[in-house]
């Protein structure tokens, strides 16, 4: 199914009352009548079913507290992944967005944003700067947004037929001399420097920017969630900045949680680390009563409930908040045991090392050291990644030898990584972008071992055929793959030959 195709009129074949829509091309203009419910199919929903859920912790009369999760029908949300996966791709390949947006992007998420924010601090830190930042959060994002100023953005950047909305954001243009990150409609800013007074003017221009912006294009900031950092460690008397917004003072907070990580102003991560395991005792004591001996849960059953409920808290933003002192992350050690000892059934004198053998789950540090390296291989790969040249060739590195009582970035901690585990530089191939989504790939399939039996042909038979088959094909990278089974594990291997 083709989208961008200049607004030809598309058909596959018509519309059948079992798949009235999908057996159309999407693309195809015929397909609004349909999808609008006309035509005589009132059997298909014209508009979706809203369902308001209440936010945690909020006050449940008041109506502005509830968000509206709308029930759209299963043919729409396709059509909107399908559409979505084309104009992402165009996009992505004509990098019309900005680096600082890592929102529903491939290959880039919140880990992104929070380790740029926990780099310009440890960097301000052994530099002796002062770091503030401002985190903004929109209200009612989706809601507000303005119609025709996207159609307007997509016109104007060469989109246009019957595409979805396109939400166009600042960037970083704006903020001559600060730094922003972007994901989805929580925005954060920061400007590091000596002069307190030459911070606040860059920032208070900066968010007088993004105040234009936002009511020029219908958007409204939240009040009640922005708020302002001074991140220092230096000594001695220094006033916190003071930011307007719309006539009203962006309060100082001590510490604050962006993107899930609870960030204070030394960045020790302490109240993220006792926050996390409050969460993971709640959802330990579930696993307390899976355990029942009459009729819980089995062993394998109850490490998989661990993985996919305390583990995952565990390992989310494991990179950023593994900077934190060791006596600060032991904190979490007792966690990851506890959990491990209701699956195994194993007793509170087993020793921790036969705990890890006996559960197949390594220590919390070894966990984060994986983490942290697939973080770093991730970025490595990618040329275009906004940290790739910050964590590949980290720079301050001098400073950071000579203060050793300063933190390291996360580029000089995957060093340590890397010389520890003995692990040598290697090269990685760069992510490639796939075909387009509406392009058809074309395979074809040689077997030449098709008409030779196992159980008469020798093994030189094959072997000479194998060679044969080679010599014919010798323009070709070959890709040698294997498969295996061990009752309900499986496993595969892929090895290329790059060397020719």
């Not at 992944?81 to 998420?109: C, D, I, N, Y």
């Not at 934190?324 to 959990?339: C, E, M, N, R, Y």
């Amino acid at each position: 199914m083709c989208i961008l195709n200049d607004n030809s009129y598309t058909h596959f074949h018509q519309a059948s009352h079992t798949f009235h829509t999908i057996d159309l091309a999407i693309c195809s203009p015929s397909l609004a009548p349909f999808e609008s419910g006309k035509r005589g199919f009132s059997h298909f929903p014209g508009k979706p079913i809203v369902i308001p859920i209440p936010k945690p912790g909020k006050d449940k009369q008041d109506p502005n507290n509830y968000r509206p999760i709308a029930l759209t029908s299963c043919l729409r949300k396709l059509l909107e992944h399908m559409v979505g996966a084309r104009l992402m791709h165009v996009l992505e390949t004509s990098k019309w967005f900005t680096p600082s947006q890592s929102g529903f992007r491939k290959r880039q998420g919140t880990i992104d944003n929070l380790l740029k924010l926990e780099t310009a601090i440890r960097e301000a830190f052994v530099r002796k700067k002062h770091l503030v930042s401002i985190l903004f959060d929109m209200e009612k994002a989706y809601d507000r947004t303005w119609r025709y100023g996207i159609l307007k953005d997509l016109f104007d950047i060469g989109l246009k037929g019957n595409l979805p909305l396109f939400i166009k954001l600042p960037t970083d243009k704006s903020f001559p001399n600060s730094h922003s990150s972007l994901f989805v409609d929580d925005i954060q800013i920061h400007c590091a420097g000596e002069d307190m007074s030459f911070i606040q003017r860059q920032l208070q221009t900066a968010v007088n920017n993004m105040n234009d912006w936002a009511s020029k294009n219908g958007f409204l900031f939240s009040p009640q969630k922005i708020v302002c950092m001074h991140f220092c460690r230096r000594r001695g008397l220094h006033p916190d900045p003071e930011f307007q917004l719309n006539g009203s003072t962006i309060p100082i907070a001590q510490e604050t949680k962006f993107l899930g990580i609870i960030f204070d102003t030394k960045l020790t991560f302490r109240s993220r680390v006792k926050h996390l395991k409050i969460k993971c005792i709640q959802t330990l004591n579930i696993m307390k009563v899976l355990t029942n001996t009459s009729w819980g849960a089995d062993k394998v059953s109850l490490m998989r409930i661990y993985r996919s409920l305390v583990r995952s808290k565990l390992d989310y933003g494991a990179s950023v908040y593994g900077s934190a002192a060791k006596s600060t992350l032991k904190i979490l050690d007792s966690v990851h045991h506890q959990g491990l000892r209701l699956p195994t059934g194993a007793f509170r004198t087993t020793p921790i090392p036969s705990l890890h053998v006996i559960s197949g789950e390594p220590s919390l540090e070894l966990r984060r050291h994986r983490l942290s390296l697939s973080t770093f291989y991730k970025i490595k790969s990618d040329e275009f990644h906004p940290q790739h040249y910050k964590v590949i060739n980290p720079i301050f590195g001098s400073l950071f030898s000579v203060g050793l009582s300063f933190t390291l970035t996360f580029g000089l901690r995957i060093g340590e990584i890397l010389r520890y585990f003995e692990i040598e530089d290697f090269p990685i191939i760069s992510n490639i972008e796939g075909l387009p989504p509406w392009q058809e790939t074309q395979l074809n399939f040689i077997d030449d071992f098709l008409h030779l039996l196992k159980l008469n042909t020798s093994d030189v038979a094959f072997q000479q055929h194998f060679y044969d088959h080679r010599q014919r094909h010798s323009d070709y990278v070959p890709i040698y793959t294997n498969g295996s089974k061990f009752y309900s594990r499986v496993g595969s291997a892929v090895s290329p030959d790059f060397s020719c």
